[in-house]
């Protein structure tokens, strides 16, 4: 079952009002839309977009005999298009907008993708497969055809090495990268459970004890570098500035330091030129009960502003 993350902080400080507008840029399961499209009826409207067909058309199927009418408009979308997005659904008067940086269950789970580490699948690792591109967006074409078994398998050892140093701070980046190295020399590199005993030959005993698992922060990586995430987090927050209305609001949450830092770095410049006025003087965590309910919700950080 799909459970938003921070749902009651989300609705506060987006403080969504009947008959307005509301983006949500990773709509997922659409748990935090869902909540939001009952506090803006009767007339307000929703945009939901998502990297992932299959997330949209299972949203599309459960609204399907809904009474919604045209108040959800659902679109699979690279959310770094934001402002391309608005003006092809003529979306106006947005009175905020909604990031949910996380990785949804259904990914992990379900997707058959390779995003986790406990259980045996290709490493794709892609939100967006490429029967899914559009003509219409050849740019976007080869970071979308990208795969994680690309990476460890065809990548330069000292590659992977910088993105598991960057992307996921993994301490033991350079051993890694090395026994992926050498392990490709004598076979492919094709699934989760190979991937996952090659991390674990390259760290230390008492790193396989931790409390977060050894191979968190190198599918954490790949994850990123397969997805462009990182890069189109930062091409798409001046863009949520030209699309909002002034005292519109923009809520992020974010699931590592790195996109953390980003958010609150644009929030900071954004209130230096008097473009924005923070909310959120430091992020906000999850509560001990929700906690309790859903411990995949532990690390993250919500952060909110509003638009001058």
């Known amino acids: 079952m799909h459970i938003p993350v921070l749902k009651n902080e989300v609705l506060e400080y ?8 509301f983006i949500d840029c990773t709509i997922d399961g659409g748990g935090h839309a ?12 929703l945009l939901g977009i998502d990297r992932d067909e299959e997330m949209i058309n299972s ?16 679109t ?3 959310f ?10 003529n979306f106006g008067k947005v009175c905020g907008i909604l ?36 003509i219409r967006q050849p740019a976007d074409k080869s ?18 090495e910088r993105i598991l140093n960057e992307y996921g701070e ?5 051993k890694i990268a090395k026994e992926i190295s050498e392990k490709r020399r004598k076979t492919p590199i094709e699934t989760t459970f190979q991937l996952t005993e090659i991390i674990k030959d390259s760290v230390p005993g008492w790193y396989l004890h931790k409390k977060i698992h050894f191979a968190t922060k190198t599918f954490q990586a790949l994850r990123i570098a397969v997805n462009n995430e990182l890069k189109n987090l930062e091409i798409v927050l001046p863009k949520v500035l030209e699309v909002l209305e002034p005292e519109g609001r923009i809520v992020i949450i974010s699931f590592h330091s790195l996109e953390d830092r980003i958010v609150k770095n644009f929030f900071r410049e954004g209130a230096k030129e008097g473009k924005l006025r923070i909310l959120t003087k430091k992020p906000v965590s999850p509560s001990s009960q929700e906690l309790e309910l859903n411990p995949s919700s532990r690390s993250a950080k919500l952060r909110a502003a509003i638009k001058l």
């Open 59 to 74: 949203l599309l199927t459960e609204f399907q005999n809904s009474n919604l009418g045209d108040r959800l408009i659902l």
């Open 34 to 45: 869902k909540e939001i499209l009952e506090i803006i009826k009767p007339e307000g409207k």
């Open 170 to 174: 993994e301490k033991f980046a350079k």
């Open 76 to 78: 699979c979308e690279n």
């Open 99 to 134: 990031f949910d940086l996380g990785t949804s269950s259904w990914h992990l789970k379900e997707s058959g993708r390779g995003f986790s580490f406990q259980k045996d699948e290709v490493l794709d690792m892609r939100y967006q497969i490429k029967s899914q591109i559009s």
């Open 143 to 160: 970071q979308r055809e990208l795969t994680a078994e690309e990476i460890v398998n065809k990548w330069p050892e000292n590659k992977i």
């Open 14 to 21: 987006l403080d969504a009002k009947p008959n307005k507008n």
């Open 80 to 89: 770094a298009n934001l402002k391309k997005i608005v003006e092809k659904y």
